[in-house]
């Protein structure tokens, strides 16, 4: 998330306080994941179940059940604090509250474009999703309500869930936990790459899945990109991206904290503030030392903020615009007197944040109901959120009558002798002649037409 040679070239000068120390994309395409996701994938495929269980003993030291039994994931609330137990329902009950209305607002319909000519368009779900809920160093509780939930909303059939082994249990029981409220019909303990091509290749007892979903490392990125093809993606997401604009009028805590918040994810997530407001840029940068020495995760975020946290001065709301719309970041927060302007007039960003009381994080932990499955890397230029839209499919069909013939026929007939596609033509010459090239039907066409008829 950074402003290239290029880009720059587009926008007025800019005033850094502070720049990227890393030069060029955080962390997409390391040479050495790629080929060895790549080794990993074709040995699943080759060996099937025995690979996948090689791997899961050999990274994730598994050798137990690949299953959680549906007994084991009733359960899974019972071992969890009450409060947090507490939290995580209100989490999917507001993600699937958001999910349903967004399903609500796709409609099928069908318009008549001329008579005896209809057209229309059916929203279908995909068949199977395949989704994967990471639980590595930080386990993401919210993961299931993200995907799964969402898939479910959406009506999907089948959605089988992912997620990296661990403890006696087999699985992280919040993870679970968030798997059972989502409604997932098949939960498994299997992580990383080997997760990806088991769901891919239909190794767990079940067919291949349609579709892949779900945030996690740059392996599970990667074997999501090397898969894409033979399934359906959400979108590669990662690293965990944050943007604040703000100006003289934000907290400079406040920021520094929300950029922290999200610096925290990873050491390579990049974080920038945009302000219009040289005074509060050195405030909020003088206020981001200050917080990461008390922070735990200072080992992580610290890092993150160094070498990719950048902090940009502009002259005005407009040019803070053109420069979040360069970035095009995952997550955008805007702090400043005129909230609603930003939000009629930025364009590139995977979920924006209005306001000081609106931080990331109460859409990360899924407490604010949209989605955390979100473009990185300046995808947001052309691509969305994972949201229920993405697990249906906009079918178009089209019923034409006899009477529609003279709406359609002739025009086909004669684009397809001009591009030279005989067979093309004969479709439309044989209804054409059925109906009668003389009959009265025809009156209405255009006349360079009927004169070919």
């Known amino acids: 998330m950074q402003i290239t040679h290029e880009e720059a070239q587009a926008l007025p000068p800019l005033q850094w306080l502070k720049k990227p120390a890393v030069d060029g994309p955080p962390a997409q395409r390391d040479p050495k994941v790629v080929e060895r996701v790549s080794q990993m994938l074709r040995e699943i495929e080759r060996r099937g179940l025995d690979a996948v269980r090689s791997y899961a003993e050999e990274l994730d030291g598994w050798s137990g059940d690949l299953e959680i039994g549906e007994t084991e994931l009733k359960k899974s609330g019972d071992a969890l604090p009450p409060d947090v137990r507490t939290a995580l329902e209100m989490g999917y009950e507001r993600t699937h509250r958001f999910a349903a209305a967004q399903r609500e607002h796709l409609t099928d319909f069908e318009i008549e474009l001329a008579p005896g000519v209809n057209c229309g368009q059916r929203y279908v779900p995909v068949s199977r999703v395949g989704a994967y809920l990471p639980a590595g160093r930080f386990p993401l509780l919210a993961s299931a309500f993200m995907t799964v939930n969402v898939a479910k909303t959406a009506g999907v059939p089948m959605v089988v869930a992912c997620t990296p082994p661990s403890g006696e249990h087999g699985a992280h029981p919040a993870v679970l936990y968030g798997a059972h409220l989502s409604r997932a019909d098949r939960?498994?303990?299997?992580?990383?790459?080997?997760?990806?091509?088991?769901?891919?290749?239909?190794?767990?007892?079940?067919?291949?899945?349609?579709m892949l979903v779900g945030a996690g490392n740059a392996f599970v990125t990667e074997a999501k990109r090397q898969l894409f093809g033979r399934v359906g993606i959400d979108l590669l997401a990662g690293p965990s991206e944050v943007a604040v604009i703000a100006d003289e009028s934000a907290d400079p805590a406040w920021v520094a904290a929300d950029l922290l918040g999200q610096a925290e994810h990873g050491p390579n997530s990049p974080a920038a503030l945009i302000t219009t407001s040289e005074a509060l840029g050195r405030a909020v940068a003088a206020e981001v030392e200050s917080q990461l020495e008390k922070l735990v995760t200072r080992d992580i975020a610290g890092p993150a903020w160094r070498d990719f946290g950048s902090v940009i001065v502009v002259?005005?709301?407009?040019?803070?615009?053109?420069?979040a719309d360069v970035l095009g970041p995952e997550h955008l927060e805007v702090h400043t007197e005129d909230d609603d302007y930003y939000l009629r007039n930025l364009t590139n960003y995977g979920s924006l944040f209005i306001g000081p009381w609106s931080t990331v994080a109460y859409s990360d932990k899924g407490i604010a109901g949209t989605n955390h499955v979100l473009p990185t890397g300046k995808t947001a230029r052309y691509n969305a959120g994972l949201s229920v839209s993405r697990f249906l499919k906009p079918l178009t069909y089209q019923r034409a009558a006899e009477n529609g013939t003279p709406a359609l026929a002739p025009a086909v007939e004669r684009i397809s002798a001009f591009e030279g596609l005989a067979a093309h033509g004969a479709t439309a010459t044989l209804r054409i002649d059925r109906v009668g090239r003389t009959s009265a039907a025809?009156?209405?066409?255009?006349?360079p037409l009927r004169e070919q008829l």
């Open 315 to 323: 002259r005005d709301r407009d040019e803070a615009i053109a420069v």
């Open 442 to 447: 025809f009156d209405s066409v255009p006349a």
């Open 187 to 210: 939960v498994f303990a299997v992580g990383g790459v080997q997760a990806l091509g088991a769901m891919a290749f239909g190794l767990l007892g079940e067919a291949p899945v349609d």
